[in-house]
């Protein structure tokens, strides 16, 4: 930008102002022998007079008087000119000093730009290659899984087979062989969760939504988890006439088992698991509260990253930190929120901890459609 | 109890799976690839056969088709995905059921006997129920509309098989529930009608016309018989 470009009042050209410096003296000279010549010929040649009092006042009159005032005008004159040109360069020197500052700090913002693009490139660069290396990771453990599979099959058949004949062993490698069984099968499910995991973060996890009645559910998988006898190791509370969730069945249970199995494996035993549902808002609210050691305030944001285990230093429970992993992946998958609370009870060896996820309602007939259909 | 073939290239698979089959009862011959599992199977006539999905040279699916082009033998295949593409396409190439890796031996022997009691007293005929142009495999859990797959969750499925065996008959939604969750939940008659809703959703041509699952006024629901 140039501010001069905007200056419309230009100072006089220094030709000009040069010629009314000159004019200045000339014009007065010229004025003052222009009016001696007329007077000495008035008084002189034509009036015969000699060199009078007459001749000299009016040659004072016209040839002093008449040209000092044009002198002196003009001298005003040319110090206006002079101080408009004064201003005039004053004002072309701030413009210029200006014009240098905008420069030198539209330079400035332009370095800045340019940095602030290239480490806008060098993010993008850094985010790009992350995302490349959790894809990476993702198909190695993806691929590492589908390999472990079919040696793990074999194991497993292998320890089945040896298990037929297990009254046959010596005692002490029954205990080794029950051991050996346990800890396959948690493999299995490790590689069945991480194959899961995969799935899902490979985008390629296909929900079938409809309507899930959530207490069958719930109380099918607290079944499967602690066995069929309720009030001892788990209880169930669903509030009456609880509409059905907007979910996919099998994935629902999956997170449902995920909760439980977690309750199970950290909570005593002596004290049930709770159970519930409720509506609220609009959504199915789902809790399951325990007796069992909580979790760490510091934590709460953490139990639902992958790998993650509860207390790391714990190396009796046996979890491997994707269940709640996966729970949060399937519920937000369904439209729902995941959390946890704790501690929740006052007891300082048991304060509990509370999970808790929302789903939304399935949606209802619009009214007349079809007729009421009460059970006859 | 039943002549099985197993074709994986795993040999140690193939080798434990013939051994604790062999222990309960069943008579079973490995073959190690496709190629040499069609030999098998023209030369031993299997009753039921158990195949690998990924296997060098011809693999499972291969395999399957050339099977299906001569022969109704029930085949199990073990998939080596959990993906519910790839088990679909298993049922679609004509696949009897499948197992995923890593499956334990038990869980297979109990479907190979459920798979070859079905085949053996129902003749190649697993439970498909038929009504108008619908049709609904119970066994692979399929539903077909003029021949087009419809996606139905395991509870609205249950629903559908439940009316279409009593096809003709109104069934109250005591009895659907009843049928479908158990007898404690016999009460809980609520869900019935946003569950039939969504059902005729996926179902029906036009759910507001519906052909399928029909509404009897104050008593209950049921699919109409055939005529």
Same mark, same amino acid.
């Given at each position: 930008m140039s501010l001069s470009s905007n200056n419309r009042t230009q100072p006089p050209p220094p030709s000009a102002a040069r010629l009314l410096r000159l004019l200045r003296w000339v014009l007065p000279v010229a004025l003052f022998v222009i009016a001696v010549v007329i007077e000495w010929g008035e008084h002189v040649r034509i009036e015969g007079e000699s060199v009078s009092p007459s001749f000299f006042v009016e040659t004072a009159l016209f040839g002093l008087i008449g040209p000092t005032v044009i002198f002196l005008t003009l001298s005003w004159v040319v110090r206006l000119i002079d101080a408009y040109a004064r201003t005039s360069d004053e004002l072309a020197e701030v413009n210029r000093d200006l014009e240098a500052k905008i420069s030198q700090r539209t330079a400035h913002l332009e370095v800045a730009t340019a940095q602030l693009a290239s480490a806008n490139d060098d993010l993008a660069a850094a985010n790009e290659e992350l995302r490349q290396l959790d894809r990476l990771k993702s198909e190695f453990v993806s691929l590492v899984s589908h390999q472990l599979r079919a040696p793990l099959t074999n194991i497993r058949g292998a320890l089945e087979i040896i298990s037929e004949s297990a009254d046959g062993l010596p005692p002490t490698s029954r205990r080794p062989l029950e051991i050996l069984t346990l800890e396959t099968g948690h493999l299995s499910t490790l590689i069945v969760k991480i194959l899961d995991v995969s799935r899902i973060e490979a985008g390629r996890l296909s929900l079938s939504l409809g309507p899930v009645a959530v207490e069958p559910l719930l109380a099918r998988a607290c079944a499967g988890t602690f066995g069929p006898e309720r009030g001892r190791r788990w209880r169930l509370n669903v509030e009456a006439g609880l509409p059905p969730a907007w979910a996919d069945e099998m994935l629902l249970e999956e997170v449902v088992r995920n909760l439980l199995e977690n309750a199970a494996r950290y909570a005593p035993s002596e004290h049930p698991v709770a159970v519930s549902a409720t509506i609220g808002g609009g959504h199915i609210r789902?809790?399951?509260?325990?007796?069992?050691?909580?979790?760490?305030?510091?934590?709460?944001?953490?139990i639902f990253g992958s790998f993650h285990r509860i207390g790391e230093s714990d190396s009796t429970a046996s979890g491997y930190g994707l269940g709640l992993y996966l729970a949060e992946k399937l519920v937000v998958a369904m439209g729902g929120a995941i959390g946890v609370e704790s501690p929740i009870w006052p007891e300082p060896d048991g304060p509990g901890s509370r999970f808790f996820f929302t789903l939304p309602v399935a949606p209802d007939e619009p009214r007349g459609l079809d007729d009421e259909t009460e059970d006859a | 109890m039943a002549r099985l073939l197993v074709i994986d290239d795993d040999r140690s698979l193939v080798e434990l799976l013939s051994d604790y089959l062999t222990r309960a009862g069943h008579e079973v011959t490995g073959a190690p690839d496709g190629q040499r599992g069609l030999a098998?199977?023209?030369?031993?006539?299997?009753?039921? $056969? $158990?195949?690998?999905?990924?296997?060098?040279?011809?693999?499972? %699916?291969?395999?399957?088709?050339?099977?299906?082009?001569?022969?109704?033998? !029930?085949?199990?295949?073990?998939?080596?995905?959990?993906?519910?593409?790839? $088990?679909?396409?298993?049922?679609?190439?004509?696949?009897?059921?499948?197992?995923?890796? !890593?499956?334990?031996?038990?869980?297979?022997?109990?479907?190979?006997?459920?798979?070859?009691?079905?085949?053996?007293?129902?003749?190649?005929?697993p439970e498909v129920l038929r009504g108008s142009d619908l049709e609904v495999d119970t066994v692979r859990h399929r539903v077909l509309r003029a021949g087009v797959p419809i996606e139905l969750t395991p509870t609205e499925f249950s629903?559908?098989?439940?009316?279409?065996?009593?096809?003709?008959?109104?069934?109250?939604?005591?009895?659907?529930?009843?049928?479908? %969750?158990?007898?404690? &939940?016999?009460?809980?008659?609520? &869900?019935?009608?946003? &569950?039939? %809703?969504?059902?005729?959703?996926?179902?029906?041509?036009?759910?507001?016309? !519906?052909r399928y699952v029909l509404n009897e006024r104050g008593i209950g629901y049921l699919f109409p018989a055939a005529e």
């Open positions: 789902v809790v399951v509260e325990d007796h069992g050691p909580g979790i760490p305030i510091e934590e709460h944001g953490l | 098998a199977a023209a030369e031993t006539r299997p009753e039921l $056969i $158990i195949l690998d999905v990924t296997m060098p040279g011809l693999d499972g %699916w291969q395999t399957l088709a050339r099977l299906r082009a001569g022969d109704t033998v !029930p085949v199990i295949m073990l998939t080596a995905r959990g993906d519910e593409a790839e $088990i679909l396409r298993g049922f679609a190439a004509g696949a009897d059921d499948y197992v995923t890796k !890593p499956f334990s031996f038990a869980q297979l022997a109990a479907r190979i006997g459920a798979v070859v009691e079905r085949t053996s007293s129902g003749r190649q005929a629903i559908l098989v439940t009316l279409m065996r009593e096809a003709g008959r109104v069934l109250s939604a005591r009895q659907i529930v009843t049928e479908v %969750w158990g007898s404690e &939940y016999m009460e809980e008659t609520g &869900y019935i009608r946003r &569950y039939v %809703w969504h059902l005729r959703q996926k179902l029906e041509v036009d759910p507001r016309q !519906p």
